[in-house]
DNA sequence: CGGTTCCTTGAGAGAACTCAACGTCGGTGG
DNA sequence: CCACCGACGTTGAGTTCTCTCAAGGAACCG
């Protein structure tokens, strides 16, 4: 891996084109603000620190919540374990997504950051963060934006659906952060932590998914997942409300 | 009622009282800010409406969201209708909790919101409330709060628990909004709607609170539940994660 | 090549749901 | 004033969906 080599060589105009060289380009936090905005934020932001290790952890649920990461590679997941010992997945963090925003305003990570495959990631202190929004408004409402793009998120996903209904939406979700045209989905995580964060047990994703897979609307394949009837996967995840045929809830 | 007249008699210097005289006190979203933030949000603030009428709506589903409210009395819920005709319950909003925080950053509400109860709120209009979080970090600091706080417990729920250590968990969470003291709790809502929410039956909540009631942890009549026994409800909602015995999870 | 982890399928168990009935309460109108 | 109605809360009985337990196969790694 040269990943270490590559982030110790990096100084500063190579941090600047950092953001306008990266490939998560406007799925990012970043994307779209003024240049004088994201020349601050690359002023601030340490860019691609390798996390090639799988389940690299970036932070503990509990530790001083100093900093937010931006997921500019893989994938990063969240969860928490309870005092019963039961590990809850709840948020897969995909290039563009800002990993830690939940911890702005109390002082701890309410929940552990691991990677689910090797990932890169762009690192921002919390109190520079914060300096930042207070001084560049855009920079704000792409955080506020994102903020309640995951709770919208969170409410749907709180609901009553059948194992159906949430691997569909699951399905569909993810194909729409990974950019929204491919059919071939690559699932960086296991059907453990997919059943995790959808509440379901790990056979019954099996189960749904080897259903679909008869009903010809998808074709599983381990970690890969093809689309064959989005229109009826669509049908089924409607109730669910997270991703929509033509229209992206969000702006 | 008194309401509609009082609304329309309050001229700039009552409005710049009306926080200060205001019931919700330090739990409202802009309790503790510096005095000229509050003079600026007293400004753009137009204080208690009344809403007298258990139903009324605030905004529907899909209109356009113009404005954010913040409850001063009595209680909101929001919530979906699916395209299968399912209602479900996404929130409710006690006195000092912000209602349409989570549309920042798209057009349109995402959700209905209608009283609970007879209930007042404060409305603040979202453009100029952009505004004045571009201008008052200390505000935007504290809807930032707000809004991972709502994130954080939306997640919480999410989670694949039993009914028992659901309802545990939606008394003790009443109880501390309505201030942590008092073991009689007013719950404004009914068993259908606290269902919706906790994605459970109407019957079923139901017949846990009369399990909880067996065991001699709380005594439930209607809306007035006591709990007689609260360390015993907070052992069984302990997995859930959103309330805590002495220590609060949000700063 | 053994060990481990993950994926998959089957069979039985359990928690919550649906359907149904009944009592209470509050509002309405005769 | 009281009968009626609808909404709500409660309890019971049977059903269903998902979970748990169990086992086998495939992929990966040391």
Redesign the pocket.
Known sequence: MAFDTLSKDFSAPAIRSACTLCPVGGNCVTGGLPAADMQRWAGVMIPHLPLAQVGKQLYAAGANADCVYVVRAGCIKTYTVDGEGNERVRGFFLPGDVVGLDAIGIGHYPENAVTVVAAQVCRVSKGQLQGLLASAPALNMRVMERLTRDLRLALALGG?Y???QRVAAFLLHIQERLGGKANVLKLPM???DI?SYL?????????T??KLEERGWII????TVTLREPAALWAVAEPVGICRPRLRLAA
């Open positions: 009553d059948s194992a159906e296991s059907r453990r059943g509440r379901l047990a790990t056979e019954t994703v099996c189960r998914l080897t599983s394949a381990d970690k």
